[in-house]
């Protein structure tokens, strides 16, 4: 790992940039892809099928024979992890459900916020070298505690057409209804559009690569709400004097793991422990099975040397990671300070794939900086709030010279006679 000793803050800005930037060509490929989806459907979905993945499915959606078929390979014990998992997801996310507001703005008049589930939402994820069964726990419980009337996921299929078992089990766990073998952007146009196979969708939940990332950014807010702008995996690892090298190095590799655009932080408040870390995580990483993507996520990592804990905070909420550990003596005299990150883990026993898997808290988490000014995924993710109001007669009476003097005073004639004709008869 590049290791900077005190850099000036100038230097941050450089030293915070993401190694991830929208390829001009990808972007090209999924617009073209977005356009034959929009336009052909279920027939562009099987030429794109035939053409990037070298098959095309007799149907697209799973059936119920498949997914149990499929629930019956998984072995006890990952089912056992996974009841265990959703057990915390779910008691950590039924507390978050909002309730109602009701207040009494003035006398006659009555407002209320009504916490409302979104109808139908579209789950993606990812297949490839690491299916992750577990993003369905995470994005599968909430809407499901939410009371999303229509919970539709996309995955990927091997090139025999299979779905990774854990997947389709971690689904039918979770009470998802449709389960579709199609992945990539095609995937997320088609819940954008709906297809005459899929339907669609209000918002689109879930990770995945830049052909994902690239097509959820062009359809939201256009075609489809989504959850939250997030690219390639990160985490930033905070250690002073006190910090078990070991434990920082297993962190850093957690994450470097996921692909080669990921990037690992490393911030000391110590030189000699910078050191210390670096060196235990060239030797963890030969023992990993995707070592070459962690390699080539640490050529584009730092560990960054600071010389007090003011420093050291003000970082942190300058790159805004997606993951913060806060593994020094005194966690939480930087974790309570810290303002912009996507999930903190506090303490030399909280590693972050606890939050990745079980502990509870959603890893679906905002990168690339975008902590700043977005949430993870919660339960407000899969709702929205919509006001409502009543106002009595004499309320109105009340309130009418002030909707009056605003309206007249912003040229508004008819808002004005909404109120007034109201007291004159």
């Known amino acids: 790992m590049d290791i900077r000793i005190n850099p000036a803050r100038e230097e941050w800005p450089e030293l915070c940039r993401r190694p991830a930037d929208v390829n001009p060509v990808v972007r090209e490929r999924v617009e073209a892809i977005v356009a034959r989806v929009r336009k052909d459907g279920d027939d562009a979905l099987r030429a794109l099928a ?25 072995p006890q014990a990952v089912k056992d992890a996974i009841a265990a998992a959703a057990a915390n997801i779910r008691a950590f ?34 297949g490839g070298t690491a299916p992750l069964f577990s993003t369905v726990l995470m994005l599968a419980i909430p809407a499901q505690i939410a009371g999303c009337r229509e919970v539709v996921l996309c995955t990927p299929a091997g090139k025999d057409g299979r779905v990774a078992p854990a997947v389709l089990c971690a689904a039918a766990y979770c009470g998802v209804q449709r389960i579709f073998r199609i992945g990539g952007a095609q995937a997320i146009a088609a819940m954008a559009y709906g297809t005459g ?94 070592a070459d993507l962690a390699k080539g ?45 996507g999930s903190v883990f506090v303490g030399a026993y909280t590693p972050e794939s606890a939050g990745d898997y079980a502990s509870g808290t959603n890893h679906t988490l905002p990168t690339s900086g975008w902590a700043r000014s977005h949430s993870g995924v919660n339960i407000d993710s899969y709702m929205r709030k919509m006001t409502l109001q009543e106002i009595s007669r004499d309320g109105l009476r009340s309130l009418a010279p002030t909707i009056v003097t605003m309206a007249e005073a912003e040229g508004l004639q008819a808002h004005a006679a909404a109120a007034s004709i109201r007291i004159k008869r």
């Open 297 to 341: 996520a640490l050529a584009k990592s730092h560990a960054v040397v600071l010389d007090s804990t003011d420093a050291v905070v003000a970082f942190a909420d300058a790159y805004a990671p997606e993951h913060l550990i806060v593994a020094t003596k005194s966690p939480w005299a930087i974790a309570d300070r810290v303002t912009a990150a």
């Open 93 to 126: 996310h039924k507390a978050q459900m909002p309730k109602e507001v009701e207040v009494e703005t003035a006398p006659g008049v009555r407002c209320i916020q009504r916490p409302v589930p979104i109808r139908s939402v579209g789950l993606y994820i990812p």
């Open 50 to 74: 035939a053409e990037i993945d070298g098959y095309v499915p007799e149907r697209f959606e799973i059936s119920r024979e498949e997914i149990d078929e499929a629930s019956a390979a998984v």
């Open 197 to 290: 196979s899929v339907p669609k969708v209000d918002k689109i939940f879930g990770p995945g690569n830049q052909y994902v990332t690239t097509a959820k950014q062009l359809l939201g807010g256009s075609a489809v709400a989504i959850d939250i702008p997030a690219g390639p995996s990160e985490v930033m690892v905070i250690v002073d004097d006190s910090s078990d090298p070991a434990f920082a190095a297993a962190d850093l590799l957690s994450q470097a793991e996921h692909g080669r655009d990921s990037q690992v932080m490393l911030v000391s408040t110590s030189e000699a422990k910078a050191l210390e870390v670096a060196a235990e995580v060239d030797c963890q990483v030969e023992a990993l099975g995707r």
